[in-house]
């Protein structure tokens, strides 16, 4: 008896059905499809009988219902959907790094809405090389022998390591302590290694590395030296490392090949303009090292990619790693990427790819920019209720991110917008990122900076139409 009243007491009972619950969310909310709807509703009440289970406190019906709308609104939103990018940090990796250019995207449209020639040979009607085209035009841009191309460089440096020192013997590469990165996303070098098949021999400090040290660390099993870009950080201070160079050197005096992840790759020379000068691959590959791979969406400005440039005989093992296969470039990365490369060997890459564009903007030119969002901006800050926010033009500092060039910024400027007093930075910050098209800022003492290195021309209006809607 008790134990059946205990049933009848049992909160569980009094949540509402699946279907009943869907039904009258459907009617609230007639703009969510029905499939979303229905999970929506299902997630909701699986959180409320948990909830009662525990013994605790069953959600309201009124709290059910909230739940249910944002799980399907949630469910049903479009993503990746566009937003502003307005922090300044060109390679934004949550903001999905490189934009891609008009002309990539046509690329892709081109080749992949219908048919295409991908594996075949039009003139004899042979099987033909997806990678043919883009490799030559690597090899054209950066004085490579041979080059592969991945899904990203991540699979890159994995399907390098398998083939240089993989397999069933496991065979060693060696790697500067210094250099056991780990990169955004879960990418560790150890970890990479350890799945790639290799055995890690690690050799100096956290903070120095001689040449000694890798002299010494060389023995009968050793079948790479690796060298990985410090793509996220510097170390400053009482440092030293082994340039590749002069690994390249101690590879050739032992017979061992020398491989370089070196992240973020360029093909064009930003060096005579301010830029660091180690992440051109042409550079790198003049040292003699076997193989160099770094991301296409990085300073590169193309697709998501993973580019391997060296010597012959080694891209030709990648090639015929089984993980190839795996690991292989689909056809709208392949258009998106030859576009690039195209771009770049016609001279047309630093007017055409939005990453270089925006890298290679005038501070004159961002400063005019600065001062017409401004106007924009204080025209709309003007009328609203008060207490209105303050709104100046500043000359600033802005990292590339990304894993590109670690330490170096850019100079630029900035429309810093002040809240009035009792409003903060962070909720105006979170109004604009809940924008119809969300705006992304910096926040720096308790000021929201709209930093122009990183918006495009047609940005300002969905900044102004955002900012708007945040003062209302
Ligand atoms: C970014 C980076 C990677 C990973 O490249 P993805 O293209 O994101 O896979 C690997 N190594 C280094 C040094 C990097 O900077």
Known sequence: MDSNRDVNRDPRRALPAVDRLAGE?????????????????RRALAVAREAAAGGGEAPSRREIAARAGAEASRLAAVHPRRVVNATGVILHTNLGRAPLAPGALAAVAAASAGYSDLELELEDGRRGNRLGRLADKLCLLSGAEAATVCNNNAAAVLLALSTLAGGPRRRQVVVSRGELVEIGGSFRVPDIMERAGVELVEVGTTNRTHPRDYENAIGPDTALLLKVHRSNFEQRGFVKDVSLQTLVEIGRARGLPVMEDLGSGTLLDLSARGFPADSHAPSRLRTGVDLICFSGDKLLGGPQAGIALGRAGVIDAMRANPLARALRLDKMTLAALGWTLDALLDGRAEREIPVLRQLLEE???????????????AAIAEVAPSPAPAVAVEADRAPVGGGSLPGFELDT?????????????????AKLRRASVPVLARIRDDALLFDLRSLGEGDADAVEAAFADALR
């Not at 969310?25 to 509703?41: K, M, N, Q, S, Y």
């Not at 501070?363 to 901006?377: F, G, H, I, K």
């Not at 400027?413 to 007093?421: C, D, E, L, S, T």
């Open 25 to 41: 969310l459907a009617a609230d909310r007639p703009e969510l499809p029905a499939w979303a709807v229905t999970e929506g509703a």
């Open 363 to 377: 501070p004159a030119s961002l400063e005019r920019r600065a001062r017409s969002l401004a106007e924009r901006l």
């Open 413 to 429: 400027w900035i429309v810093a917008v002040r809240p009035g007093a009792g409003a903060g930075a962070a909720d105006l910050a």
